[in-house]
């Protein structure tokens, strides 16, 4: 079974700085996708960014950017000039490429935090 | 992205009483909808997958004839939650998947659901 591991709870960044999240997966497929989610105070999930495997790009989304690293099932979330708006819990996803039916598999989730 | 809506967004009922909760999807024809529950500072876990015209797919642990599914139509999917007690208190959520296999899930709000 496919397994995301985040291993930083809650991080914390000063507003106009940058701040890397972390999240670890492990699969044995050799297609699959991977997405970063934020859901803010109102639950509300909203995509970030998303990252096909097959592609050695790392995909950029204006301020985000991500860290792919296939072989070592990396894919970290790199936020640039932080926003008050940033604050929000950060949820990596994990889906197999096997049809648009197919299940995310979610990791615990980091808390950023955006300071004045 | 895809607008998909839920309702209600919150409810509040007693122990033992039935709740049902409406996923619609908005934008395009959905055959394959999710079931997601969420607890307090906690990921979204994947209660079921909801297939339109057969049954829907359970994950493990979960109870088939506690939480009833219902994909009625190619746009709505609804959940039953029967005979609630206190610990189904959670935030239910439910998404679509993306017309195509690189789309990302689409979410809709989420419903709060209390029980007395």
């Known amino acids: 079974a496919q397994t995301v591991t985040q291993s930083q709870p809650e991080m914390s960044v000063q507003e106009a700085e940058t701040v890397t999240l972390s999240c670890t997966y492990d699969t044995s497929e050799s297609d699959y996708y991977l997405f970063w989610y934020k859901q803010p105070p109102s639950r509300q999930m909203i995509l970030v960014i998303r990252?096909?495997?097959?592609?050695?790009q790392n995909a950029t989304e204006n301020r985000f950017s991500v860290n792919f690293q296939k072989a070592a099932k990396s894919f970290s979330l790199k936020i640039s000039d932080s926003q008050l708006g940033d604050a929000a819990m950060y949820f990596c996803?994990?889906?197999?490429?096997?049809?648009?039916?197919?299940?995310?598999?979610f990791g615990t989730g980091t808390r950023l935090q955006v300071t004045l | 992205g895809a607008v998909v809506s839920q309702h209600p967004s919150r409810v509040i009922c007693k122990s033992g009483t039935s709740v049902k909760i409406e996923c619609r999807s908005l934008?395009?024809?959905?055959?394959?909808m999710f079931w997601y529950r969420q607890f307090p500072k906690q990921s979204l876990m994947l209660m079921a997958t909801?297939?339109?015209?057969?049954?829907?797919?359970?994950e493990q642990g979960v109870e088939k004839d506690k939480f009833l599914i219902n994909h009625a139509s190619l746009t709505l999917s609804t959940l039953t939650v029967t005979s609630a007690h206190p610990e189904d208190s959670s935030f239910y959520i439910c998404?679509?998947?993306?017309?195509?296999?690189?789309?990302?899930?689409?979410f809709g709000p989420g419903t709060r659901l209390t029980v007395l």
């Open positions: 996803a994990y889906r197999a490429d096997t049809g648009t039916a197919s299940k995310l598999t």
């Open positions: 934008d395009f024809q959905a055959t394959t």
């Open positions: 990252q096909e495997a097959y592609k050695q």
């Open positions: 998404s679509v998947p993306g017309l195509w296999v690189y789309n990302e899930q689409f």
């Open positions: 909801s297939n339109e015209g057969s049954k829907a797919t359970y």
